[in-house]
């Protein structure tokens, strides 16, 4: 099929005074910092399941024209994963995306969580951001990317954002996320277009704006910071309303099995203080659990065995796993999910081989994320990482900026007795999430191993030299620009 070009209506994003190229190492710079938050989060199993949606989006954009070669090339388009239970999203400068685990949490369907995705997207390929940056020009870039830092951090917690704002800065950084409303009904009209165009029920745009207006109308108790930089407005939900009409009448939005679980997930991995632990892993027991539908009783078991193996009661875990197998059996992608989580639950229960079992024994290149980090880990863990190795460069050769996948792969090596191969992979893992600085310190840590040991592999010692100049001249950059 041809790609269809939509309308073009002059986007509020030209004549943006930031050029492409400074907006993506601006975005750079933010990222370096939401790498090494506390807060982040690279989960395989939520990270597939949100990257599955981006990557239909920017088909979508692509075919509308809405996503320009040149802009594609220039930006990163890299969504990345809090651990925080509000309900957020984020777009920042050069193609970056924020998603917080409360807002798949907190919506119904995947469709919903696409229509805040496009939305975000569209600010992107709007050039939204570069204009609003652009209007900071006087200020350095250290100072912009710290304000947009301290704007991030004071959505979900005022008390962290004081460590990032000064004084008087607070009034700029209130409106450098808040878009103009011209702007925001663009993305509204424009990730609406990209959804569809990617295949998703418009009807998600819909109920995901009346989840917000009905938010709205309880004044914002802090839960929803979505709603403070992205305020609605009467036209914008007169806007939602009238498409509401005008699609064909469908049944509401009905959760999925395979939703439900990838909810709970969420759930779980932001809510990680006790007492919810406990709450999740006991709700089974209550008396409600019976009246849920199948989809609600499938999260609500996986909510419950995730929390108690954080709790390490593992006997209790296994024992709801196993209600929660017999629960999906037939339906092959909860399945998969479920079966992921088992061998997640023994690998914390120091059982590599039943977690190995599950996975299949042996993941056959190309592996899917998920099952080949779960299946290096159980390997590892089982003291058999020969074959661990070559799976794992194999992958990181493709995705040199796969920090997770670098760590496995050092744990792999250090268990193999590669002590040099280790120490390089790891510091490849730093250099992956931008931390330069810590790379460049692991690197040198095995420079002295080469000089300490009478046996060296020269190929190894050749590349780490290599790699260390390279991250000497990053590191002196990083320096520069401050």
């Known amino acids: 099929m041809a790609p269809t070009v939509s309308a073009q209506l002059p986007t509020l994003g030209d004549g943006a005074e930031m050029s492409t190229s400074a907006e993506r190492h601006l975005g750079d710079r933010i990222a370096r910092s939401l790498y090494r938050d506390p807060d982040y989060i690279d989960d395989p199993v939520l990270g597939e399941y949100v990257q599955g949606i981006w990557r239909r989006l920017l088909q979508g954009a692509r075919q509308r024209g809405e996503l320009l070669p040149e802009l594609e090339a220039a930006f990163a388009w890299d969504v990345t994963l809090g651990r925080d239970r509000s309900v957020n999203a984020f777009a920042l400068p050069g193609g970056y995306l924020g998603v917080h685990l409360g807002l798949i949490a907190a919506v119904s369907s995947e469709d919903e969580l696409a229509s805040v995705l496009a939305h975000e997207l569209s600010h992107v390929t709007q050039r939204h951001i570069a204009r609003m940056v652009g209007r900071q020009s006087a200020q350095g870039p250290w100072v912009i990317a710290a304000m947009i830092l301290g704007a991030l951090a004071a959505s979900s917690n005022p008390q962290a954002a004081g460590a990032m704002i000064a004084g008087g800065q607070a009034v700029a950084v209130q409106g450098q996320l808040n878009f103009s409303r011209d702007m925001e009904r663009e993305a509204d009209r424009v990730g609406y277009g990209v959804m569809t165009q990617a295949g998703f029920e418009p009807q998600g745009f819909v109920s995901m704006f009346e989840k917000l207006q009905q938010a709205n109308r309880f004044n914002d108790t802090g839960a929803f910071p979505y709603l403070r930089s992205h305020p609605l407005t009467t036209e914008r939900i007169a806007d939602m309303q009238v498409r509401q ?8 939005v009905q959760l999925t099995m395979t939703h439900a679980l990838l909810a709970a ?12 632990l406990r709450a999740a892993a006991a709700e089974p027991a209550g008396g409600p659990f019976a009246t849920f539908s199948p989809a609600r009783q499938a999260g609500v078991l996986y909510a419950a065995a995730l929390a108690a193996s954080q709790l390490r009661d593992f006997a209790q875990a296994a024992r709801l796993h196993g209600r929660l197998q017999s629960l999906v059996q037939g339906q092959v992608p909860a399945e998969r999910l479920v079966r992921l989580l088992g061998a997640e639950l023994s690998l914390a229960a120091g059982d590599p081989k039943r977690a190995s ?6 993941v056959a290149a190309p592996a899917v994320r998920a099952e080949l980090f ?15 190795a070559p799976q794992l460069r194999a992958w990181v050769a493709e995705r040199p900026r796969d920090a997770q996948a670098w760590q496995l792969l050092s744990a792999a090596y250090l268990v193999q007795g590669q002590t040099l191969s280790g120490v390089r992979a790891e510091a ?3 250099a992956a999430r931008f931390d330069y600085e810590s790379a460049l310190n692991r690197l040198k840590a095995a420079q002295d191993l080469v000089r300490q040991s009478g046996k060296v592999d020269h190929i190894e010692a050749s590349i780490i030299d290599t790699r260390t100049r390279q991250l000497e001249s990053l590191v002196r950059e990083q320096a520069f620009e401050r």
Do not use: H
């Not at 009409?245 to 509401?252: C, E, I």
């Not at 997930?265 to 919810?276: H, K, P």
């Open 245 to 252: 009409q005008l699609l064909p009448r469908s049944a509401p």
């Open 265 to 276: 997930r969420a759930r779980v991995l932001s809510n990680i203080d006790v007492d919810s």
């Open 357 to 362: 079992g599950l996975l299949g024994g042996v």
């Open 374 to 388: 779960l299946w290096a880990r159980a390997m590892t863990q089982a003291g058999q990482a020969a074959p661990v």
């Open 428 to 430: 490849e893992a730093y």
